[in-house]
Each structure stands twice: as structure tokens, then as C-alpha cells.
Nanobody, 126 residues
Framework: QLRLVESGGGSVQAGGSLRLSCTTSGATYKNYCMGWFRQAPGKEREGVAFIYIGGPDTSYADSVKGRFTISQDNAKNTVYLQMNSLKPEDTAMYYC???????????????????WGQGTQVTVSS
């Protein structure tokens, strides 16, 4: 059973930066997809950024391209989301998720992911 724990959320002003971390525990897997989703009040959960553990692939939502960077540190079993040039519209609860099927998605959907963290709040003020 894979466990995901997020950290690093908080409140910043527009233009600021935050780095989210997602650390996995409970089992060791290779070659699977991890990523970040976010959900603002009254809106559907949407994909933000994804990375293939054990490979080079990454993907980003158009709304965050050029501002967010996803990366992995396999020695620490941790995936990071560096968020720069934050905007008020980035305000949401951010969730880390994992899909162990080995598939890579051009467009990831929450239904494709089996394991989820508890979420960390990001608030960007104008």
C-alpha cells in the first residue's frame, strides 16, 4: 500500500513562489506516474503537472507552463512542485497522486489515479 504525504503549502502574494513536496512510503515501486492535481472551491479537480517515476517524461497544464516545474528525488522518494510567479487563480487545495499501472498520460484525469495525499492549501493574494 502506497502512502503519500504532501507539505509546503501556504499563503503568498501574487508573484511569489512556493515549493510543494510529496513523499511516498509503504511500498517501493518503479516506473509509474505521479502528479499534482488542484481543486478550487466550486470547481472540478484539475491536473497541474505530472512526472514519470524512473523516466524523463513530464507534462504540464497550459495554465502553469513556464511557471511550475515538477521534479523527482528518488533517493528521498519525493516529488516536488516548484511554483513561481504565482497568481491568485492558482489558489486551490493541491493534491499529490500516484498511478501504479505504468501508463503515461498526455492528459491525466483524477479517475486514473489510485493513491492520493491529504492535500495542502495554496493561497495567493493579489
Amino acid at each position: 500500500q502506497l502512502r503519500l504525504v504532501e507539505s509546503g503549502g501556504g499563503s503568498v502574494q501574487a508573484g511569489g513562489s512556493l515549493r510543494l513536496s510529496c513523499t511516498t512510503s509503504g511500498a517501493t515501486y518503479k516506473n509509474y506516474c505521479m502528479g499534482w492535481f488542484r481543486q478550487a472551491p466550486g470547481k472540478e479537480r484539475e491536473g497541474v503537472a505530472f512526472i514519470y517515476i524512473g523516466g524523463p517524461d513530464t507534462s504540464y497544464a497550459d495554465s502553469v507552463k513556464g511557471r511550475f516545474t515538477i521534479s523527482q528525488d528518488n533517493a528521498k522518494n519525493t516529488v516536488y512542485l516548484q511554483m513561481n510567479s504565482l497568481k491568485p487563480e492558482d489558489t486551490a487545495m493541491y493534491y499529490c497522486a500516484a498511478d501504479l499501472s505504468g501508463r503515461w498520460y498526455l492528459e491525466a484525469h483524477p479517475r486514473d489515479f489510485d493513491y492520493w495525499g491529504q492535500g495542502t492549501q495554496v493561497t495567493v493574494s493579489s
